[in-house]
């Protein structure tokens, strides 16, 4: 390209040198130089206007005129014109195969995906989509996708623009099919849906709830029988060498009646899916679990504080959420040393309603802190078994927060302690006037 733009610079000077060249001897011969030295310059700017014209003529009407010939920098131009629009296809080329094979790609996936633009309205479906959201080409297109998917639930999923995570709901064309969805805003104000059918999911959980149910209403019964009879023998017995065996054994039936109150309750909170929405006197019950802490604590030290606003209630199921604060609370006072502090409040917060609960103990490596709401999942084993914790307790609380349309927000260092705060939406949110 260098060498073929130094030709054209070279044929243009020689066009130039040539004319005025011509017209100087013309203008020395007819005794009138300037005004032969002034035609010849008109007449050059003549020709670049010409070609110019050629050139202009060719780009606006690409496909109906042949390449028009032209030489010095106007050919240079026509000649890089050429090559970037031959850049230009075969950059087309390998996008418009991207894309076909993207499409191919979301045709192919056995989830529905729904490309919506920034209004919300349908722009492009797969196969799948058809059968698990009942579209089609005629109706849906340009349709937005509320009305589409007619649910109270996603209607609002989609208007609070909060896409940080999915939720499940029943499909608007089958009660009996159960769909996730999720939105990813992607591009130019565009979203990405994806619909999952996780009816199969939903049957295989509904069978794992009920094992765990009515294997723990199944072990209720021989445990109350030892644990009765264990009561009895360590009565009568006075000897020495068994008291400690009688006692360890009454501590491990206990532990073991513990663990299936909290199994049996977490199977409750799965399969009761609709919440109580009574109103309940969040103060009243601080202030109760304030007590059984007090009680729980025995012998250690510890300072416990509370900030309670009275006026502030929530609308929601008492004792669901009484087993939620009150494991947070025990939690703390479990992992905080003797001596420590525990701080709990409860406040209205940006149009929230926050209860924390805030300590200065051990504290959470970072690692742990995303899977602390898994059930049975523990930090430090050997600690967790030696201070009674079941493992479920923020199973529990995670739970009772998404029945209630909150979550728990978790903040942990480690060796200078956590803060647990579930977080109550505006809705449930309800102001008790004096």
Known sequence: ?????????????????????????????TESVGLSFSL??????????????KVLTWLSYKSATPIPSTHGVWGLFVQQAIKT????????KRLSALVKRFHEVLAAMPDAIVILDEFGGIEWFNESAKHILQMNQVDSIGQHITRCINNKKFAQYYNHKDFSHSIDIE?????????????APYGKKKQLLSARDTTRMRQLEGVR????ANVSHELRTPLTVI????ELLSDRDNDPMLNPIYQQMSLQTDR????????????NLENQQEAINDIICIAAMIKDIHREAQIFKGEQHYSIHCDIDNHLNIQGNAKEIHSAFSNLVTNALRYTPSGGEIKITWKKQQNTAQFSVQDNGIGIEEKHINRLTERFYRVDKGRSRSTGGTGLGLAIVKHVMLKHDAKLDIKSKFGKGSCFTCIFPKERIVIQKI
């Open 85 to 92: 629009e031959k850049k230009n296809k075969k950059h087309k």
């Open 209 to 212: 709830s009920l094992f765990v």
């Open 1 to 29: 390209m260098q060498t073929y733009s130094k030709q054209a610079v070279k044929e243009e000077l020689t066009w130039f040198f040539l004319i005025v060249f011509i017209s100087l001897v013309i203008g020395y011969l």
């Open 227 to 230: 644990s009765g009879y264990l």
């Open 256 to 267: 073991m009646t513990t663990l299936l109150d909290d199994l049996l309750m977490l199977s």
């Open 40 to 53: 010849s310059l008109v007449i050059y700017l003549l020709l670049h206007f010409k070609q110019a014209w």
């Open 171 to 183: 499909s608007p064309f089958d009660a009996d099919i159960s769909l996730n969805f999720r939105i």
